[in-house]
Nanobody
């Protein structure tokens, strides 16, 4: 079973950038894709992105499209979420998790091996 750990969160001013990392360890062959989700206080968990471990194809949710991108570094078993032009409404705990396919990446119930999350706070 794969274990995931997020890092890179922190406090940033509006308009700033952060890069989150999701490091995969353990049985790294038992997943096909990794997604990023976020959960803000009082809100449900929402899908941000997904990237295929097979061919690197990726999906980005519309509410962050143009500002966020996801990428992977297979040799390091790491997936990244690059976040630019951050806004206060991006404040949330960000999680990564494994999934079989990105085609249903918005469905949190299909994901496994959730990391503990990393806090991102966008505030002046």
């Amino acid at each position: 079973q794969a274990q995931l750990a997020e890092s890179g969160g922190g406090l940033v001013q509006p308009g700033g950038s952060l890069t989150l990392s999701c490091a995969v360890s353990g049985f790294t062959t038992d997943y096909s894709a990794i997604g990023w989700f976020r959960e803000a206080p009082g809100k449900g968990r929402e899908a941000v992105s997904c990237i295929s471990n097979t061919d690197g194809s990726s999906f980005i949710s519309g509410f962050v499209k143009g500002r966020f991108t996801t990428s992977r570094e297979p040799d390091k078993a790491t997936v990244y979420l690059q976040m630019n032009n951050l806004k206060p409404e991006d404040t949330a705990v960000y999680y990564c998790a494994t999934v079989g396919y990105c085609s249903s990446y918005r469905m949190a119930g299909l994901y496994s091996n959730w990391g503990p999350g990393t806090q991102v706070t966008v505030s002046s």
